[in-house]
């Protein structure tokens, strides 16, 4: 059973648009909340994560709103490039000390010029 | 600077064959894991370590052994290789902080014909 269920499969986005993927959980023991980054042909790379004792955090074009009562997050990219096509992966870590992360199902974006 | 080194990156297998998924991390992390990343299906967590000595199974262990005998290595073994094992294997390693950032390596594709 999927723990961290993501949504789209995939995203086709203009240059200059933004690009908006959502995930949501159940696990209300869940504290810690990254989204990775993956290439083709790399391993995924963390972009950027939350806490749910804030509702945003941003890092350059990249945003994640976190709505703890819906048990829901996402991630916002701005003025989305062709170099930000790539498979974007949401995460949930449980708040113990196995580190463990369990991920979402992924979601491939692609921006067109 | 290496980070998380796996070998090989390429592998095909037969049916029944046995082998190993090397990992190397040179960062210190108390924490290495082993996921395989199958399309539609996300990242799946097949074993975990804490620490040298210390291995317990993940969401998929079944058909994969680990071990740690070292805080550096952490290597995955396939039994008895199965085509459902077919499959792309990521090694991370993070420390056992609130920071929980993974680190990926590159992956190897596993092919079991």
């Known amino acids: 059973q999927q723990q961290v269920k993501q949504s789209p499969q995939s995203l086709i986005v203009q240059k200059g648009g933004i690009s908006i993927i959502n995930c949501a959980y159940e696990n209300t023991a869940f504290d810690y909340f990254p989204w990775y980054q993956q290439f083709p042909g790399k391993g995924p790379a963390l972009l950027i994560a939350?806490?749910?004792?804030?509702s945003e955090k941003k890092e350059g074009r990249f945003t994640i709103s976190f709505n703890k009562s819906a048990k829901q997050f996402s991630l916002h990219i701005m003025d989305s490039q062709p170099g930000d096509s790539a498979t974007y992966f949401c995460a949930a870590s449980l708040q113990t000390g196995a580190n463990n992360l369990f991920f979402g199902t992924g979601t491939r974006l692609t921006v067109i010029p | 600077n290496a980070g998380v080194t796996q070998t090989p990156k390429f592998q095909v297998l037969k049916t029944g064959q046995s082998m190993t998924l090397q990992c190397a991390q040179d960062?210190?992390?108390?924490?290495m894991s082993w996921y395989r990343q199958d399309p539609g299906m996300g990242l799946r967590l097949i074993h975990y370590s804490v620490g040298a000595g210390i291995t317990d199974q993940g969401e998929v262990p079944n058909g994969y052994n680990v071990s740690r005998s070292t805080t550096e290595d952490f290597p995955l073994r396939l039994l008895s290789a199965a085509p459902s094992q077919t499959s792309v294997y990521f090694c991370a390693s993070s420390s056992l902080d609130s920071l929980r950032r993974y680190t990926f390596g590159s992956g190897t594709r596993l092919t079991v014909v």
């Open positions: 939350i806490r749910p004792d804030v």
């Open positions: 960062m210190n992390h108390e924490y």
